[in-house]
């Protein structure tokens, strides 16, 4: 099949007739919908007693925020390694140098004390709070949690909030490469922008670190 | 661009003409991705509004479809992803209890061949899903789809290859 065809076949897909948008901030819920309360309780005790079965899958979801690939479920802490040596240290010019993207900071936080960059990735690193900001274009970070969280930057761009101990690796897709898992105790938050994933680790609160995800700056 | 900046100075009647050239877009991307006629109409209200809060951010110097699908996609995405995934399954299976549901396989002409290529499209990974909607469904260009996915042009190009490859595998199964 060809491109031609199935633009052919797309053309003939019949559509429910386009909706009128009004900018109305909220909107009366149907009837049904008033329900929803209800129909979510009942479903999560059924979903409680799913839970207990003593056999569940290991992998129940795998999501995808910009370059982070990020699989929630049973997750295995033991056989992570604790620390994630940053290696590339440079300077804010050459990391900017050497990627095609505009880097960004927290304004609140000033620049920063450390710069790392390999290939697409750029690290800023703070001292004091413990924060690291990663950006980077492309793809082939992986993540492995028990629970995440959604949330907002900017009340538009949907967030992942991870709150609890989980792994991390990366792959460059390079076989030979041994894959190295990496423990990660921070609190992140991972966001997007066009051509852009961004990866905050913290030790602050969800609102706090969401704050300095608000709050990047290009740096001059 | 005009539409933008007027609107962005306040003029409603032009967000409103933004409004009605894209809604069709938008309102298709999200009923593919949703598979459900009122959560699209649901998301494209939520997409224009985001849109309007946040008109100040967006890149003048982009085209604007891209920028209006790409929050439709995230709100798609958020609402796949979480409670409301699980909700409105419950909810799904309310409406067809009542006979109310509508799916994309109750609305298109019953072709054989492009309810093919849906069930096909819907056997695809997620993120080839998307690229296989907004190329081929909505009609998108490269530059276009990497702006909406968040992705390089070189990156929609691998996926599109991956995909049609994989779509061709998948209707060949539903043939």
């Known amino acids: ?220 | 661009m005009e539409l933008v900046e007027r609107a962005r100075a306040g003029d409603n009647d032009a967000f409103n003409q933004l409004i009605d050239e894209h809604r069709e877009a938008v309102f298709r991307l999200a009923y593919l991705m949703l598979r459900n006629a009122e959560d699209a109409e649901d998301i494209a209200q939520e997409t224009f509004l985001r849109a309007y809060r946040h008109l100040e951010k967006f890149d003048i110097q982009r085209d604007f479809r891209p920028w209006i699908l790409s929050i439709a996609a995230n709100l798609c995405r958020n609402e796949k992803r979480g409670l409301g995934r699980y909700w409105n399954a419950i909810w799904r299976f309310a409406g067809e209890q009542m006979g109310e549901q509508r799916s994309v396989e109750g609305d298109v002409i019953q072709q054989h061949d492009v309810q093919c290529l849906l069930d096909a499209v819907r056997e695809l990974r997620h993120h080839e899903q998307e690229i296989i909607y907004l190329r081929y469904f909505l009609d998108l260009d490269v530059k276009s789809a990497a702006e909406v996915l968040n992705v390089q042009p070189g990156t929609v190009k691998s996926r599109l290859h991956r995909a049609l490859k994989q779509l061709e595998l998948e209707m060949n199964q539903h043939e």
């Open chain 1, 1 to 220: 099949m060809n491109e031609n065809e199935i633009r052919d076949l797309t053309r003939r897909v019949v559509y429910p007739p386009t909706p009128d948008i009004t900018i109305i901030p909220t909107r009366p819920r149907s009837t049904v919908r008033q329900l929803a309360p209800i129909a979510i309780i009942v479903f999560l005790l059924l979903l409680g007693l799913l839970v207990v079965e003593p056999v569940r899958a290991a992998i129940v979801d795998i999501l995808r925020i910009g370059g982070i690939e990020i699989h929630v479920g049973e997750t295995d802490l033991s056989q992570a390694t604790p620390t994630f040596v940053l290696v590339g240290e440079t300077t804010l010019k050459e990391a900017q140098a050497a990627v095609n993207f505009t880097l960004k900071y927290p304004e609140a936080l000033g620049l920063p004390d450390v710069v790392y960059q390999q290939d697409k990735l750029v690290v800023m690193r703070w001292h004091e709070p413990d924060i690291a900001l990663y950006q980077f274009n492309g793809e082939g970070f992986y993540k492995e949690t028990p629970n995440i969280e959604w949330t907002e930057v900017d009340g538009s761009t949907i967030a992942a909030w991870i709150a609890t101990p989980h792994l991390l690796w990366f792959d460059s897709g390079d076989e030979q490469e041994q894959q190295q898992v990496y423990l990660v105790e921070g609190n992140v938050l991972i966001w997007e922008e066009p051509f852009k994933t961004y990866r905050l680790e913290t030790r602050l609160s969800r609102e706090e670190t969401i704050a300095l995800a608000e709050s990047l700056v290009e740096v001059k």
